[in-house]
Structures are given as structure tokens and as C-alpha cells.
């Protein structure tokens, strides 16, 4: 399977937004997730998306950031807004065969090997 690629990570003043975005060719049947994982704690499930565009967010990013895919770009994004120093971390991007929207990261199957973003206060 091709490897999923992200990109789009930085360092932002608190309150500030980013974009991230996975490159994903051949992904697009697939149920796509991205992650974060700050030093020293578990990777964290943030939102999640169907292939018809169903999603699903944790609930420390609800209102504030907006999963969404565009499949004739093969391109997964993540729309940050309001972020907090409490987002820092590195995120990544994940597909699954499964069919139901997760935020485990045992069920997710590929990986890219993620982006930093950093918030500052």
C-alpha cells in the first residue's frame, strides 16, 4: 500500500489556526483517522471519517476542528482552528479496512509518519 505522507505542521501563537493535510492515493474506500501524540502520553484518536463523509470527533476537539477528504485530490485534511497549547503534539494521519469510525489506534491498519504542530502561549 503507498504510504500516506502529512504535511502542513508549525509553531502558532494560542488562538491561532493551521491545515494539515495527508496525502492518501489509493485511499479513498478507506475509513481515514487522524491521531495526535504529545511526549509521554498515548497516541489520541482527534476526528475521524467515513469514505461518504460521515465523521466522528473526540470530544477536546469538537468546534474547533473539521476532518474532511477530498478524493479526486487523494488528499485527507485537518482543519485547525482556536488551538490551545494543549493541542501540541505530533499528528498523524491512519486508514483502516474496517467499516465503522474509530478513534482507537489499534483499529487502524496504515500510517503516515506524522507532522509537528506546535502552540505557544
Known amino acids: 500500500q503507498v504510504q500516506l505522507v502529512e504535511s502542513g505542521g508549525g509553531s502558532v501563537q494560542t488562538g491561532e489556526s493551521l491545515l494539515l493535510s495527508c496525502a492518501a492515493p489509493?485511499?479513498?474506500?478507506?475509513?481515514m483517522a487522524w491521531f495526535r501524540q504529545a511526549p509521554g502520553k498515548e497516541r489520541e484518536g482527534v476526528a475521524a471519517?467515513?469514505?461518504?463523509?460521515?465523521?466522528h470527533y473526540a470530544e477536546s476537539v469538537k468546534g474547533r476542528f473539521t476532518i474532511s477528504r477530498d478524493n479526486t485530490k487523494n488528499t485527507l485534511y485537518l482543519q485547525m482552528n482556536s488551538l490551545k497549547p494543549d493541542d501540541t503534539a505530533k499528528y498523524y494521519c491512519?486508514?483502516?479496512?474496517?467499516?465503522?469510525?474509530?478513534?482507537?489506534?489499534?483499529?487502524?491498519?496504515?500510517w503516515g509518519q506524522g507532522t509537528q504542530v506546535t502552540v505557544s502561549s
Open positions: 491512519a486508514a483502516r479496512t474496517g467499516y465503522l469510525l474509530k478513534l482507537q489506534p489499534n483499529a487502524y491498519n496504515f
Open positions: 489509493g485511499y479513498s474506500a478507506y475509513y
Open positions: 471519517i467515513a469514505p461518504d463523509g460521515r465523521t
